[in-house]
């Protein structure tokens, strides 16, 4: 059906949303166009491309994007496709293209600024209205792209708001994914986990910071950490920082959470406060906090160390979580379907046993062999299950609606709650983007 602004209006109430906002095609289609392909959306970090000829493929919204590196270093925010008969440019993942991105089906080279250079036997040519430097010849770029202390975002929007207007304060959690650094860099490790999820790309962001769900669906990971951890003890063995990170799910129970406080902040991003206790006594510990005392001087280290940050979402597409090290992003392919990956970070400086620590948690929480991933990926299959069927139209965000705190243009969770805020403020936002442009 062809939606009105009208119609999308009415599927997003103060405490609930209506169903068809996880399930409707034509929805999904307008979300890609008025949300992904407008709005600042994550590329990727620039040690993903650290090479000049380095590529890395991402998806924006419906559109094929590749990150580069040019040989100037330079980075670039290129479509995917082949000015001349359009074939894919490249198709591995990422990689490296060499001096130049040749293109597999008739030769035509480009430099890794889409800059076209070469067609083989371009007499052929004479006459025509091809020219090698005609704007239609030359792979085009991204409408904006912009990067934030390194980590690259691009807009299919020719106009609109900067990236940094998007991100706000929210960008603290980039800041503190680099500021944590006693070498004032971070990288990328590696590879990232890639999974597509049964479920629409909203029930991703509701999760992260879904307060009331960890103690339930994570409980039995939970029980089975703290289980572990004492027959290590049993043993004279100390167990890993990282098997305490799981315990938390059981030693916390389902309503231990409330005290950790959310924010909503414009444009729809949020924030959930630190709970890990990441500065145990421990030789490890003390190490990594004397690196940064060197790097930066007491003050300014005990300011960054001082950040109450767990968690940062950034709508529409990814989340960060800079104590652990780790970055997840999402890249929609259907209403049913969502891409994701999940990024590992090591922080130059920083002693390897804090990198093997936030490496534990990665693998605990991640990898797939893991049940918290698992549980957490099941759970939104059924939900997805469920929205898909006639068994009730809505979903509820009931829980402390009414109770928000807004303090300038902050939207916070009363102290103590488990508030369903973020969600609530997540889907008011979703429902601004769908509905901004007038008379549709
Ligand atoms: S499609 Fe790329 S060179 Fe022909
Ligand atoms: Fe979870």
Redesign the pocket.
């Known amino acids: 059906m062809a939606w009105t602004n009208k119609e999308i209006s009415a599927l997003v109430e103060p405490d609930r949303a209506h169903r068809k906002a996880y399930t409707d095609e034509d929805l999904f289609e307008l979300e890609m166009e008025r949300i992904f392909e407008r709005a600042w959306i994550y590329v990727g970090h620039e040690s993903q491309v650290k090479n000049p000829g380095d590529y890395y493929l991402a998806r924006i919204g419906r559109q094929p994007m590749m990150m580069t590196r040019d040989h100037y270093g330079e980075v670039h925010v290129l479509y995917n496709r082949?000015?001349?008969?359009?074939?894919q440019?490249c198709s591995a993942r990422s990689g490296n293209a060499g001096k130049r991105i040749r293109?597999?089906?008739?030769?035509?080279m480009f430099g890794l600024d889409g800059k076209l250079e070469s067609?083989p036997a371009i007499d052929g040519y004479d006459g025509t209205n091809l020219t090698i430097d005609g704007e239609d010849f030359q792979v085009p770029k991204a409408a904006r792209a912009a990067s934030y202390r390194g980590f690259w975002f691009a807009s299919l929007a020719e106009d609109g708001i900067s990236l940094e207007e998007q991100l706000g304060e929210a960008k603290t959690g980039f800041d503190q994914l680099i500021d944590r650094a006693p070498g004032r860099e971070t990288e990328v490790v590696g590879e990232c986990f890639h999974m597509v999820q049964h479920s629409n790309w909203k029930i991703f962001l509701e999760n992260q910071l879904d307060a009331s769900h960890p103690g339930a669906t994570h409980e039995s990971t939970g029980i089975a950490a703290q289980m572990v951890e004492r027959d290590m003890r049993a043993d004279g063995r100390s167990p890993p920082l990282s098997y305490g990170f799981l315990s938390d799910f059981a030693r916390l129970g389902i309503d231990g959470w409330g005290k950790f406080g959310t924010v909503g902040h414009p444009h729809g991003h949020c924030t959930l406060e630190g709970y890990m206790g990441l500065r145990p006594d421990d030789p490890e510990t003390n190490a990594y906090v004397k690196a940064m005392y060197e790097s930066y001087g007491e003050e300014r280290a005990e300011e960054i160390l001082g950040v109450n940050l767990h968690h940062s979402l950034i709508y529409p597409c990814m989340s960060i979580q800079p104590p652990l090290q780790q970055l997840r992003t999402i890249r929609p392919i259907s209403p049913t379907r969502t891409m994701s990956e999940i990024w590992h970070f090591r922080l130059k400086g920083a002693p390897e046993a804090i990198y093997q620590r936030a490496l534990g948690y990665y693998y605990l929480v991640n990898s797939p062999s893991t049940m918290v991933n698992a549980d957490d990926l099941f759970n939104w299959w059924k939900v997805q299950h469920g929205l898909d069927s006639q068994g009730g139209d809505w979903v509820s965000f009931h829980r402390n609606a009414g109770f928000d705190i807004i303090d300038g243009n902050l939207r916070k969770s009363p102290e103590g709650s488990m508030s369903e805020m973020p969600l609530r403020h997540m889907m008011h936002v979703w429902r601004d983007y769908m509905t901004a442009e007038e008379g549709a």
Request: charged letters at 5%.
């Open positions: 082949c000015p001349h008969r359009g074939a440019l293109c597999s089906y008739h030769a035509w067609i």
